[in-house]
C-alpha cells in the first residue's frame, strides 16, 4: 500500500491551518531566515503551532531552508535547524549541502543531535537519475525533481533510487531549471539562491537579431503560464512520486484554500478508485465547504509543460499576470469609460459588484480595474482611459466566489466508532464504553447509568446513536455496535453526551497515530561511498561555504567552484531551460523547418543578453552579451 502525499504551500500560520482544514496532508512553509522566499518568513513559535495543529490528523510540517548559505550564516542555520526541530517539524527542505553536513556532525562546539529527515529542494535541480542517486546516497529521503521533466523521465529516477519522489503539479513556473538562475543576480544582485528574486523572467524583453533589428518588441518572453497536472496525477502516481506539491508560498488564504481542495478531492478519486494500490498519508475527513474551482483563482493560463515529452505552447508573454478567466468583449463605452457594455463569450457567466477585471491595452499593458456595479452585461466603474472597443475582457477577481471561499470553511474530522455494552448487577447499570480513532487510538470508559430502565427499549437505542454519533470537536463519532440486552437503563441526553465529551478528551490527551511515510532518519554511511556523478563542480552547484565545498570533495570532486553569487564568473550561462523562444514564436529550425536566422539577443533595460540553442539536448539558454 503506497501513501499518497498532497503538500500545500503557506506563507503564515493561517494559510497553514486552512490548507490542513481543506485537506492537505503536509504543509511547508519557512522559518524565521533561509527560506526561498524572502517575504514568507515565520517564527519558531508560529511553526510550532502549525505543528500541534497538523498532527492532530497526522499530517505532516516541513520547513523549507533551502538557500545557500554563506560560511558567517553556518551556526545560525544551524541553531535554526535545532529550534524547527525542538518545535515539532517533521522534515527540513534544503539546497546547500552544508546543511547535511551540518546535520551529520554539527558545527564548531554545537553538536546536538538532528534527526528529523531531509529534503533535497527543487533548487538542486535534480533531473538525471546520477544526480537522484547521488543525492539519496547522501542521506536525502526524499528529492524534489525538477519540473521539467516528463513521465519518462521520472520513471527513470524512480528506478535508480528507493527514496521518495515529490513533484510539482500546480502553480507558477520558472522558465529556468530550479536553483540555476542567475538572472536576478545578473540584473539587480538579488540572488534567486538566496530568497530574493526579482522575477525577471516576468519582464519585458525586445528580442533583437545580429544586425539589432527588432523581431519581437516589449513582451514577456520568458515569462510560462502557470503549472496543472490535475488531470495527470494518476500518471504521476503510476510514475512514482509519492508527494505532489503545490506551489505558492506567496499565495494568499483563498488561493491555497480553492487549490488544496480541489486536488484533495483528486486524490480522494485515486485512493477511492484503487483501494488497493493507494492510501492518503494523513487521516481525516475534510466537510462541508466550497466547490473549488481553479479557473476562479490566480493563474497566467495553464500548461502541462513537458510531462508528455512534448512541447507545446507555454508562453505568458502577453499576461505574465493573472488575467482571470475570459469574459467576452467591450461593444459599447460612455464617454468618459465608466461604463462598459460587455458581449459575452459564453452562456452562464455572472458578473457581481466588486469583481476584478483585466485587459490588455493597445500598448501591449495589462490594466486591471474593478467594476462597482454590475447588471448583467453592463459594468460601473472608475474610469478606465485605456479601455477600447473590441478590447478582450478577463474576470480575475471572482467576488462572489471569494465569498463563498471565505464564508463555507472546510471542516476536518476524524471518524471515532464506538462500542457499547450493558451490564445490570443489584439493579444497577454498569455501561462500559470503547472508541477507536481511524488512526488507531483506542480509549474506554466505565460508568454508572444508575438503577433507572427505560421505557421504552427502541426510543432508547436511537437516542443513543443520536446523542453519541454527534461530532465534538474535530471526532466524528458513530455507534459502532451495542450489546443486545432485553433492557436499556434510562440515560438522559445529558448523560450521554457527557460521555461523548469524556472520550472525546480522552482521545486528545493521545498523540495522533502516523502513518508510515517519511520516517527515514539521516543515513550515517560515510560521504566517500557518495561519488558525485562529475569529477568537477562548476559555478551550478552553488557552493558558497566551506561546508559544502568539504562535502563535494569528499564525495570526489577534483575541484570546488565557487557559486555564481561569489564569482559573478563574466560571460556565464545565466540560465537554461526547456522552454524555447524559437519554438514558441515558429522560428525553430529543427521543429518548423524555418532557416536558422543566426544569434538572437534579449534586451531589458540596456541590458543585453545572449540566446544560444542546445538543439541535440533540446533546450535554450541565456548568457552575459
Known amino acids: ?242 508527494s505532489f506539491k503545490i506551489e505558492g508560498r506567496l499565495k494568499n488564504i483563498s488561493y491555497v484554500r480553492n ?73 459599447g463605452l460612455n464617454r468618459d469609460k465608466s461604463v462598459l457594455t460587455v458581449r459575452f463569450s459564453r452562456g452562464g457567466i455572472a458578473l457581481s459588484n466588486g469583481d476584478g477585471f483585466s485587459f490588455v491595452s493597445k500598448r501591449g499593458d495589462i490594466c486591471g480595474f474593478r467594476g462597482d456595479v454590475c447588471e448583467g452585461n453592463t459594468i460601473r466603474c472608475k474610469s478606465v482611459p485605456e479601455i477600447f472597443i473590441g478590447a478582450s475582457v478577463y474576470r480575475n477577481i471572482n467576488a462572489t466566489f471569494e465569498k463563498e471561499l471565505e464564508r463555507n470553511s472546510c471542516v476536518r474530522m476524524l471518524s471515532v466508532a464506538t462500542d457499547i455494552d450493558f451490564s445490570r448487577e443489584n439493579d444497577v447499570w454498569t455501561v462500559r464504553v470503547s472508541a477507536q480513532s481511524e488512526d488507531g487510538r483506542m480509549v474506554s470508559c466505565t460508568y454508572d447509568a444508575g438503577s433507572q430502565e427505560a421505557n421504552n427499549k427502541e426510543r432508547m437505542l436511537e437516542m443513543i446513536k443520536g446523542q453519541i454519533g454527534k461530532n465534538t470537536g474535530i471526532y466524528s463519532f458513530c455507534v459502532r455496535e451495542m450489546t443486545d440486552s432485553e433492557a436499556l437503563p434510562f440515560m438522559s441526553a445529558s448523560f450521554l453526551n457527557s460521555i461523548r465529551r469524556d472520550l472525546a478528551e480522552k482521545l486528545n490527551a493521545m498523540s495522533c497515530g502516523r502513518k508510515g511515510l517519511l520516517l527515514r532518519k539521516i543515513e550515517t554511511a560515510d560521504k566517500g561511498d557518495c561519488m558525485f556523478p562529475q569529477k568537477k563542480t562548476s559555478y551550478k552547484n552553488n557552493i558558497s561555504n566551506r561546508l559544502s565545498e568539504t562535502v563535494y570533495r569528499s564525495c570526489g570532486a577534483e575541484d570546488a567552484e565557487p557559486a555564481y553569487e561569489i564569482s559573478h564568473k563574466g560571460g556565464a550561462e545565466l540560465m537554461r531551460t526547456k522552454y524555447c523562444i524559437r519554438f514558441e514564436l515558429g522560428m525553430c529550425p529543427k521543429h518548423h523547418g524555418c532557416r536558422n536566422i543566426g544569434p538572437l539577443y534579449l534586451l531589458n533595460n540596456g541590458q543585453k543578453f545572449v540566446l544560444g540553442f542546445d538543439c541535440r539536448n533540446c533546450e535554450m539558454t541565456l548568457s552575459e552579451a
Open 1 to 242: 500500500m503506497r501513501q499518497l502525499e498532497l503538500l500545500a504551500p503557506a506563507r503564515d500560520i493561517q494559510v497553514g491551518i486552512a490548507a490542513i482544514d481543506c485537506g492537505a496532508d503536509a504543509v511547508y512553509i519557512a522559518g524565521p531566515q533561509f527560506g526561498a522566499r524572502q517575504a514568507a518568513g515565520n517564527s519558531i513559535e508560529d511553526i510550532r503551532q502549525l505543528c500541534v495543529y497538523a498532527h492532530r490528523f497526522g499530517a505532516r510540517i516541513f520547513v523549507a531552508l533551502n538557500t545557500i548559505l554563506y560560511d558567517e550564516e553556518l551556526e545560525a542555520a544551524y541553531r535554526q535547524m535545532l529550534d524547527v526541530q525542538e518545535a515539532g517539524a517533521d522534515a527540513l527542505i534544503v539546497q546547500d549541502l552544508a546543511v547535511m553536513e551540518m546535520a551529520r556532525n554539527g558545527i564548531g562546539n554545537l553538536k546536538k543531535t538532528i534527526l528529523i529527515p531531509l529534503h533535497a529542494s527543487t533548487q538542486c535541480a535534480i533531473r538525471t537519475p546520477e544526480q537522484a542517486v547521488f543525492l539519496e546516497n547522501l542521506g536525502f529521503s526524499r528529492l524534489i525533481l525538477e519540473r521539467e521533466l516528463s513521465l519518462d523521465q521520472i520513471r527513470e529516477i524512480r528506478k535508480a533510487v528507493t527514496c521518495e519522489l515529490e513533484f510539482f503539479v500546480h502553480g507558477a513556473l520558472c522558465v529556468c531549471y530550479s536553483g540555476q538562475c542567475y538572472l536576478s543576480e545578473k540584473i539587480a544582485g538579488r540572488s534567486a539562491n538566496r530568497g530574493a528574486c526579482i522575477q525577471a523572467c516576468r519582464s519585458r524583453y525586445d528580442l533583437t537579431d545580429a544586425s539589432g533589428k527588432v523581431l519581437v518588441k516589449d513582451k514577456a518572453l520568458l515569462s510560462l503560464k502557470d503549472y496543472n497536472l490535475r488531470n495527470r496525477i494518476e500518471d504521476l502516481a503510476q510514475a512514482g512520486i509519492t
Open 259 to 331: 487549490v488544496v481542495r480541489d486536488y484533495s478531492i483528486v486524490l480522494d478519486g485515486l485512493v477511492g478508485k484503487h483501494p488497493d494500490l493507494y492510501e492518503r498519508g494523513s487521516y481525516g475527513k475534510v466537510c462541508g465547504g466550497f466547490t473549488p474551482d481553479t479557473a476562479k483563482t490566480f493563474n497566467r493560463g495553464y500548461t502541462e509543460l513537458y510531462i508528455d515529452g512534448k512541447r507545446g505552447k507555454w508562453a505568458a508573454m502577453d499576461a505574465a499576470k493573472s488575467m482571470g478567466e475570459e469574459i467576452g468583449t467591450v461593444t
